[in-house]
């Protein structure tokens, strides 16, 4: 017995000192989500507005274009549990926060990141966030998440060719795609994909808006929830049964809180193909777009929120 | 708990270091060891369920006991059955009610009748198929008095849900496990390190072959309608090297894991793809199986002794039986009736006991003829597994029509060259341990060790390296 567990030590020792090495390695690289919990740690007190959201907000808002201090949170695939756990860590030092933007996209009621063919993000959650919520063990560590493959090019663009790790600009927006996609064609892709006929996340989901609700309104701030626009491929293709359940449970938000707003850009014909990465995502012209029209209704509330001020003094 | 899961990683070496530092001076505390790492193994997946195997264990250890005391043949008899009803009823509940409501409906709707079937809400136990043929099989030894009942509950509980076994076989039989259960066990190097090595050569066949098969099998399946034939051929192969290596894999780390507690456990596949027929081929598949029903379904409905026309009879009993074992759809049934198609030349014929050893025993090449009936009986194979793995006859269909169509002799829209050269490899690697019980068990066993240990490592290297997306194993839903 002792013969093998001195045979296995020595035979496993090379391979676990080169996963410890990787593992530092790996965790030494530069990443959005490090990036973004470091910036909220330093500057989360002088927020006013903090975007939150999947990867339709990390595209599709560029707060260079956001009146007064503001910071885009959102991370490609990020659900609203995880948007949640976010503003729940930061709430204490969000001592500015005038808005939560955050969008209601088709899929939002009924997936969870977890859940998703994207769940080996978690990770970054645990590692560069440091949330640990996750139970999995494998979601603390870098190498036993992704493929060896994969981690060995990540090691090599970021240690040997010296290229860029974080692909976000210092407020927080997505630097946009050199590569455009078919547009058409992704649109009726990501309407498939998005499709979920699995309704059993809905009332979780539900309650994490209620709570985000909660979180802003003792803050004292808003909630604004928007569905951002797609190309027609996408929208002409999707369940009606989900996307009308979502809208009517936005409604229902609405008219229960009074910090709460939302604006459907889904059908918005302002936004012309020139616009779109692909079928469901902005481009650089098309974020500063849709960022603008956010601002715009921001500004709205302000003065809406102003107004009921004053006649409250009055 | 999955076999290529971090928590195994992390469970096995606890269970191994309790087993064989805490509990290795008495065999009853090794026992109770086992039984409850098997139960906690099993509870990982679903709690619930464990109730459902502690009763089925019940229930078996129990009918055994009092079949032994039966004072009369009757009594012996319906407690025999009184077993086989309990388990073939649960069986039925929670595999196949659903399927016999759907095509009873299905069968009233032909006649005008429309009703909507009353299904059942219910997941499917993990591993029930498995440990109630187990159970089963140990039931009717005793009523055929082949062996004694066990009376120690704890070794007859450990018979049946050993965890390594327990959720996808092999399909273990008293006669040969029991035994090993009740026997002291003592460390023993060489089948520690054999076992060591039959989980590495198990992971690399899930990890690489059957994980990265997987994902253009399921991408080309599910979308059939919009690839061409030659795609759809290619979906096909993946399928076939999915299927194998995933489950050939799972019994390889199930067997790897036994040796590292001391127990042999049954041999379950033995290279079926170097099959020069298909009756070949079936005593190289799920071995477990196909002798679980060749002993107990085969033989006792008259085997090959009654004539021409029973064998036929009985064989298509047998692939139609062993298809619905695999689930609650036609496609299984379809499948098991296409194989009894395929096999029934060579019962008729008398040929299908021809090749009972392995293709070119102790030479490196087959000849042109093996060579030849190799290729045929895979191409067989291959066909069957289309139905198998289709949703449903119409699927399986359409797949096999858009094979023989024109476009088969287009280029596919889908060429992961990186997935071929791997099964080219792993074939190769294949026919050279083709002799041995797993492909690797002798690869560079009389090389230096630096040799050995480079080998070793760069299995290792390639399942970290080559890690397709997770997969379940195939047969957890059976």
């Known amino acids: 017995m002792k013969k093998i567990l001195k045979k296995i030590a020595i035979f496993l020792l090379p391979i676990i000192v080169l996963a410890l090495v990787f593992e530092v390695l790996l965790r030494r690289i530069p990443n959005e989500y490090a990036y973004k919990r470091h910036y909220m740690e330093q500057h989360a007190d002088s927020i006013e507005t903090l975007f939150l959201g999947s990867s339709h907000a990390y595209l599709g808002i560029n707060p260079a274009f956001i009146s007064g201090n503001s910071f885009n949170a959102a991370i490609s695939s990020q659900s609203i549990d995880y948007d949640l756990e976010i503003l729940k860590k930061f709430a204490p030092q969000l001592t500015h926060l005038k808005h939560v933007v955050l969008p209601i996209s088709y899929f939002t009621l009924f997936t969870n990141l977890s859940e998703a063919s994207e769940s080996w993000r978690v990770k970054y959650y645990m590692l560069y966030f440091q949330l640990h919520s996750s139970k999995r063990p494998t979601d603390y560590t870098e190498i036993l998440t992704g493929s060896l493959e994969l981690n060995i090019k990540r090691l090599i663009l970021y240690y040997l060719l010296k290229r860029e790790s974080v692909g976000c600009t210092a407020l927080g927006w997505q630097i946009p795609f050199q590569k455009m996609q078919d547009v058409a064609a992704t649109g009726l892709e990501g309407a498939k994909k998005h499709t979920n006929k699995n309704r059993a996340l809905y009332e979780t989901q539900k309650a994490i808006l209620n709570e985000i609700i909660s979180i802003a309104k003792q803050k004292n701030a808003t909630v604004l929830f928007y569905t951002p626009p797609a190309y027609p491929t996408y929208y002409n293709h999707l369940d009606t049964a989900q996307l009308s359940l979502t809208l009517r449970t936005i409604d229902q938000l609405v008219s229960n809180n009074d910090n709460v707003y939302y604006h459907n850009f889904l059908r918005d014909s302002s936004f012309t193909i020139q616009d779109f990465y692909d079928g469901d995502h902005m481009n650089g012209p098309g974020a500063e777009i849709l960022s603008k029209k956010i601002d715009t209704l921001l500004r709205d509330i302000d003065a809406v929120k102003l107004q009921q001020q004053v006649n409250v003094s009055r | ?478």
């Open chain 2, 1 to 478: 708990m999955l076999f290529n899961s971090i928590n195994f990683v992390i469970f096995l070496p606890i269970v191994l270091a309790l087993y064989w530092f805490v509990t290795n001076k008495s065999l009853k505390l090794q026992n109770a060891l086992l039984l409850v790492s098997s139960y906690f193994f099993y509870a990982c997946w679903d709690y619930r369920f464990l109730f459902l195997l502690i009763f089925s264990t019940l229930l078996d250890y129990f009918t055994g006991l009092k079949m032994a005391e039966a004072r009369t043949p009757a009594i012996k008899k319906s407690w025999f059955w009184l077993s086989v009803c309990i388990n073939l009823g649960f069986l039925g509940v929670f595999k196949y009610f659903n399927f016999f409501a759907a095509s009873f409906a299905q069968a009233l709707s032909l006649v005008g009748l429309h009703t909507s079937p009353w299904v059942l809400h219910i997941v499917l136990p993990v591993g029930i198929s498995f440990y109630t043929f187990h159970g089963l099989s140990y039931v009717i030894d005793i009523y055929k008095d082949r062996i004694k009942p066990e009376k120690d509950f704890v070794t007859y509980s450990v018979f049946v849900s050993f965890f390594p076994l327990l959720v996808a076989g092999p399909i273990e039989r008293a006669t040969h496990l029991l035994p090993q259960i009740k026997r002291e066990r003592h460390f023993n190097y060489s089948q520690a390190i054999d076992g060591l090595k039959q989980i590495l050569w198990g992971m690399f066949k899930k990890v690489v072959i059957a994980d990265n098969c997987a994902y253009y099998a399921n991408m080309i399946f599910n979308n059939a309608g919009d690839y061409s034939g030659s795609t759809h051929v290619i979906g096909a192969l993946f399928f076939t090297f999915q299927i194998y290596c995933d489950f050939s894999g799972y019994s390889d780390i199930a067997l790897g894991t036994a040796k590292l507690f001391g127990i042999d456990l049954l041999r379950n596949f033995a290279y079926p793809y170097f099959s020069r027929d298909i009756a070949e081929f079936w005593r190289r598949w799920h071995i477990s199986l196909s002798s679980w029903f060749r002993d107990y379904l085969y033989i006792p409905l008259g085997g090959s002794k009654g004539g021409t026309w029973m064998r036929v009879r009985n064989t298509f009993i047998i692939f139609l039986v062993s298809g619905f074992w695999h689930g609650a759809n036609w496609t299984f049934i379809v499948w098991g009736g296409l194989n009894a198609l395929f096999i029934l030349p060579l019962i008729i014929s008398k040929n299908n006991r021809n090749h009972l050893e392995i293709v070119a025993q102790g030479r490196t090449w087959p000849t042109m003829r093996e060579a030849i009936n190799m290729v045929l009986t895979f191409a067989l194979a291959n066909l069957a597994w289309i139905v198998f793995r289709s949703e449903n006859i119409g699927q399986a269909w359409d797949f096999i029509a858009k094979i023989f169509s024109r476009s088969l002799f287009t280029v596919p829209e889908v060429m992961p060259v990186k997935i071929f050269v791997l099964i080219f490899i792993f074939m190769v690697i294949e026919w050279m341990g083709r002799e041995e019980q797993y492909a690797i068990a002798r690869l560079a066993i009389r090389r230096p060790r630096l040799v050995r240990w480079s080998v070793y490592y760069a299995i290792i290297f390639c399942i970290f390296y080559f890690a397709g997306t997770d997969q379940q194993f195939i047969y957890f839903q059976f």
